[in-house]
């Protein structure tokens, strides 16, 4: 190894990476859920659970890592939490597709403008991981576009709100959940799986187009499993190798990209209260990203 390097670094850097990776494929899942706009929210998240099981039943045994998962469904604390995330998590897909396709795209995007911010406090204030000044002078610019953007979409803030807090508790929690992320996502998935599996049954049985409505759709909804297991996947190994205020900062990625694809591809409206907004944020992301790359006390690592 070079001297230069360390376990440390290789860590972030890494981890940078796949952040970046997960909020790349976020940002331009959208496109993925327009193609099924004939298809119901509550279906899409359905099969979206369902599917995912089968492709992480099939990692699993690849990477034999079923052990992992018996040793998390014997720990009690950490079925706990990921009882909780799995409802946080099921929660977030529900109200983000139902905003994609009801043409709530920009809404969204400013729900997961407001989610680093909210990662980023929550990192300073329940994690107890410390800010520099001009981290703190991000999160205030970024908090002055936020609000911009907010203050044009007050007709649908509580889309932007409920996706922002509960994939931002997801996050902390899944953090603190000592559980592999490829088993934790599993676990997740297995507790959703019934519940999704029983509306599905359910809903096939009357006159709703739970499986879309041609063979394309079918198609698309079984593989949304994938789409929606690999940038988890991302994320929650991500989470784990770097400082939550960092992750934070990265899904700015997401957003901007949700956003391009609302107003480039679906024609939603770019008002100059937008402009303003994207050049508050991806300010900040660059100070706040140039601050920690630098060796700020965020990225800083404990002496042991």
Same mark, same amino acid.
């Given at each position: ?39 119901? +929210?509550?279906?899409? &998240?359905?099969?979206?659970? /369902?599917?995912? %099981?089968?492709? =992480?039943? @099939?990692? #699993?045994? $690849? ?78 610019? +970024?908090?002055?576009? &936020?609000?911009?953007?907010? /203050?044009?979409? %007050?007709?649908? =803030?509580? @889309?932007? #709100?409920? $996706?922002?807090f509960s994939f931002s508790l997801y996050g902390l929690l899944r953090k603190i959940a000592h559980v592999d992320a490829t088993a934790g996502l599993a676990i997740e998935t297995l507790l959703l799986f019934v ?110």
């Open positions: 190894m070079d001297a230069t390097t360390s376990p440390a670094a290789d860590r972030t850097r890494s981890g940078l990476a796949l952040g970046v990776g997960a909020y790349g494929l976020w940002g331009l899942l959208p496109i993925y859920f327009k193609l099924l706009i004939g298809v119901p +929210a509550v279906a899409i &998240v359905a099969h979206r659970i /369902v599917w995912s %099981l089968l492709v =992480l039943g @099939i990692l #699993l045994s $690849l990477g034999k890592a079923w052990r992992e998962v018996g040793a998390a469904l014997r720990h009690k604390g950490s079925v706990k939490l990921l009882l909780a995330t799995s409802l946080l998590i099921g929660t977030n897909w529900l109200i983000y597709v139902y905003a994609v396709n009801s043409g709530h795209i920009l809404a969204g995007s400013l729900g997961y403008y407001l989610n680093p911010l909210a990662n980023i406090l929550l990192g300073r204030f329940v994690l107890r991981e410390p800010l520099s000044r001009p981290q703190w002078l991000a999160v205030a610019i +970024a908090g002055v576009g &936020v609000s911009i953007l907010a /203050v044009g979409a %007050l007709s649908h =803030l509580w @889309i932007s #709100l409920a $996706l922002c519940p999704a599996a029983v509306w599905l049954a359910w809903a096939s049985a009357r006159p709703l187009p739970v499986w879309g409505l041609d063979s394309t759709d079918t198609w698309l909804l079984v593989f949304s499993g994938v789409a929606s297991t690999i940038p988890l996947l991302l994320f929650t190994a991500a989470a784990r190798r770097l400082p939550y205020s960092t992750l934070g900062i990265l899904q700015f990625i997401a957003p901007t990209l949700q956003f391009l694809v609302a107003v480039f591809l679906y024609g939603e409206p770019f008002t100059s209260a937008h402009a303003w907004a994207f050049a508050c944020i991806w300010t900040a992301a660059i100070i706040y990203l140039l601050s920690a790359l630098r060796g700020s006390p965020s990225n800083a690592a404990a002496p042991e």
